[in-house]
């Protein structure tokens, strides 16, 4: 099984939380049980979240505008102010962020500039779920063409979904010890994004140590995880952790 084109092909876009993403982890857990392995879920709760297609109008024009996932709904006009920066992931140089403000100067949204590529892509903000600002992302290139003082007409927004269940994907070859090493990666994606190279081809280069490294002698073993919601601040992965630590 080839889990790039099963997952950004056979699936596609696999937001956290979502019936695709259900589908990728059965597609993980298959791909698992073909080399010999006993996949096994480990499932969580979270709350999910359905963006909305942004709107966003500078100075009358319509810009290219991708949604921050879990951000709170605006709907309105103001004007530039850039506030601040961060360092770039990727590269060198800074992001640098803006805030529309109101007629009175007070904050009413956010607009950053994606972090990962040329687009306006979608992400998340550096706030946690519960207390991110109304905010949309542009691309890098016009990040550099907002001035302040520009009149901007901003609408955003989504749906929060609780109750929804997510399964990181686990499959084990063990050792003559109790240590083990983590061969990992994620398998959803970004909101309509289908993901190959985030990261069905990470998905993909675990499976295919886990063909290479089956039926060994090893010393420490081997723990081939697929993770669930990364791309919400790396959800999955983080209760991983917080459960290897408890238990």
């Given at each position: 099984?080839?889990?790039?084109?099963?997952?950004?092909?056979?699936?596609g876009?696999?937001?956290?939380?979502?019936?695709?993403?259900?589908?990728?982890?059965?597609?993980?857990?298959?791909?698992?049980?073909?080399?010999?392995?006993?996949?096994?879920?480990?499932?969580?709760?979270l709350?999910?979240?359905?963006?909305?297609?942004?709107?966003?109008?500078?100075?009358?024009?319509?810009?290219?505008a991708?949604?921050?996932?879990?951000?709170?709904?605006?709907?309105?006009?103001?004007t530039?102010?850039?506030?601040?920066?961060?360092?770039?992931?990727?590269g060198?140089?800074?992001?640098?962020?803006?805030?529309?403000?109101?007629?009175?100067?007070?904050?009413?949204?956010?607009?950053?500039?994606?972090?990962?590529?040329?687009g306006?892509?979608?992400?998340?903000?550096?706030?946690?779920?519960?207390?991110?600002p109304p905010?949309a992302?542009?691309?890098?290139?016009?990040?550099?063409?907002?001035?302040?003082?520009?009149?901007?007409?901003?609408?955003?927004?989504?749906?929060?979904?609780?109750?929804?269940?997510?399964?990181?994907?686990?499959?084990?070859?063990?050792?003559?010890?109790?240590?083990?090493?983590?061969?990992?990666?994620?398998y959803?994606?970004v909101?309509?994004?289908?993901?190959?190279?985030?990261?069905?081809?990470g998905?993909?280069?675990?499976r295919r140590?886990?063909?290479?490294?089956?039926?060994?002698?090893?010393?420490?073993?081997?723990?081939?995880?697929?993770?669930a919601?990364?791309?919400?601040?790396?959800?999955?992965?983080?209760?991983y952790?917080d459960?290897?630590?408890?238990?």
């Amino acid at each position: 099984m080839d889990l790039i084109t099963s997952l950004a092909e056979g699936i596609g876009p696999r937001t956290a939380g979502s019936d695709e993403a259900a589908r990728a982890a059965d597609t993980v857990a298959e791909a698992f049980r073909e080399l010999g392995l006993e996949p096994r879920f480990q499932e969580f709760e979270l709350l999910g979240y359905d963006a909305d297609e942004p709107l966003l109008e500078v100075e009358g024009e319509r810009w290219d505008a991708g949604p921050c996932m879990y951000a709170h709904a605006f709907d309105g006009e103001g004007t530039i102010r850039r506030i601040g920066s961060s360092p770039t992931p990727v590269g060198e140089g800074s992001l640098p962020t803006f805030a529309v403000v109101d007629s009175q100067g007070a904050e009413r949204a956010r607009i950053l500039t994606s972090p990962f590529s040329t687009g306006a892509i979608p992400f998340m903000s550096a706030h946690v779920h519960i207390t991110t600002p109304p905010t949309a992302f542009v691309s890098r290139a016009d990040a550099e063409r907002l001035q302040d003082g520009m009149g901007v007409r901003l609408r955003v927004g989504g749906r929060f979904l609780p109750g929804r269940r997510e399964r990181n994907v686990i499959a084990d070859v063990p050792g003559t010890s109790d240590d083990h090493v983590v061969v990992c990666a994620h398998y959803d994606s970004v909101w309509r994004g289908p993901g190959a190279i985030d990261n069905a081809s990470g998905v993909e280069g675990v499976r295919r140590v886990a063909e290479t490294m089956r039926g060994r002698r090893l010393a420490r073993g081997l723990r081939f995880v697929a993770f669930a919601a990364e791309e919400i601040k790396l959800t999955g992965s983080r209760y991983y952790v917080d459960e290897a630590k408890l238990r």
